[in-house]
Nanobody
């Protein structure tokens, strides 16, 4: 059974950086694209970034372009979301998704002004 575990969230001040990790277990994820999504209180879940199965393609939400990067280490079955210049509006629970259906439980990112 596939399990995705996010980590790296926390409370930071505006302008700081965090690196989120999404680790897969139970099954290789090398054939799947992996995406990061986020959900702020009262808002719908939104797409943030994605990386193709071999890392050659990357996609980003417009508001995070230039601040966030996404990468993967298939040997470690892990995808990373490097978040720089964080803003209060980045505050949300961040989820990773493998393929179209497999979700982690999320990690909370809180950015104070």
């Amino acid at each position: 059974q596939v399990q995705l575990v996010e980590s790296g969230g926390g409370l930071v001040q505006a302008g700081a950086s965090l690196r989120l990790s999404c680790a897969a277990s139970g099954r290789t994820f090398n054939a799947y694209s992996v995406g990061w999504f986020r959900q702020a209180p009262g808002n719908e879940r939104e797409f943030v970034a994605a990386v193709g199965w071999n890392g050659s393609r990357r996609y980003f939400l417009d508001s995070v372009k230039g601040r966030f990067t996404i990468s993967r280490d298939n040997a470690k079955h892990t995808v990373y979301l490097q978040m720089n210049s964080l803003k209060p509006e980045d505050t949300a629970v961040y989820y990773c998704r493998m393929g179209l259906l497999m979700w982690g439980k999320g990690t909370l990112v809180t950015v104070s002004p």
